[in-house]
């Protein structure tokens, strides 16, 4: 059963107050996750576990997601107006420049906060913003009708379809490799927070037009910290090739692909998954190797 969330309120000096719902893991160092367009904190359930088994770890509702209120009227959901709201909840939840972990629009954020310098390291899987226009495009084409999807299906329907792995992968397949994998409980309640967010066309129309361009790629390095781009081999909304951009906009950071995962790998390979953070948090700033994961 999923524990219940905390909420903290935070009040930047020069943004209006806004408020997260969070939970809160284990003890040692910070490592903050963050999930993905439609997604909820709970993405982060199969590995919460053991990474909270040596840091402690802060699982977060993104600004109009999960349990969180939307944004104030008239603030962009993009990444370059969230990142600093968040090292703003990081400081009142005193978090000295934790470790960030993203998935999908996640991702991106997590590189924004290293780019910054609001991060120790990042570890971005299937991050947003590397794409071509043609995929652009054709993430923006699957994610509305996934929301479209989950607006018109009732909850009842929806908890009907989630106690079989048929309808699971019906639900679910887009984003998982191994829909069956996911819980009955767990795939309603991220329908339902899908067809429920608040911040979903805000945040999907920001995301869309974030990422460097080919001109600015120079730019999009995050140098001095450690950072993983990690991406599944089967990844249906965000294709693989993708990762190799990354790599390309960020030098520095260790590619890792992650054999037979989807776009939200963390259900698809717990242990993988875990073993990546975890290699990425204990590398040295100057670590820039790249081995198999």
Known sequence: MTPPASFVRVEPSDRPAFTVAYERHGSGEPVVLLHGIGHHRQAWEPVTGILAASHEVVALDLPGFGESPALPDGLPHDP?????????????????????????????????????????????????????????????????????????????VVEQMARSAIGRAALTGTVYARPGRRSPRAVAAETRALREAPGFEATLEATLTAGPTEDEARTADVPDIPVTIAWGTRDRLLPRQQGVRAKQAIPGARLVRLPGCGHVPMNDDPALVARVVLDTVGRPAADTSDPDA
């Open 80 to 156: 370059t107006t969230l990142a600093p709201m968040l090292a703003a909840l990081f400081a009142e939840l005193r978090l000295d420049r934790p470790h960030v972990v993203g998935n999908s629009f996640g991702g991106l954020l997590a590189l924004e906060l290293g780019r910054r310098g609001d991060a120790r390291s990042v570890t971005a899987f299937s991050p947003a913003g590397f794409w071509t226009e043609l995929e652009r495009r054709y993430a923006f084409a699957v994610l509305t009708g996934m929301r479209a999807g989950a607006r018109l299906l009732p909850q009842p």
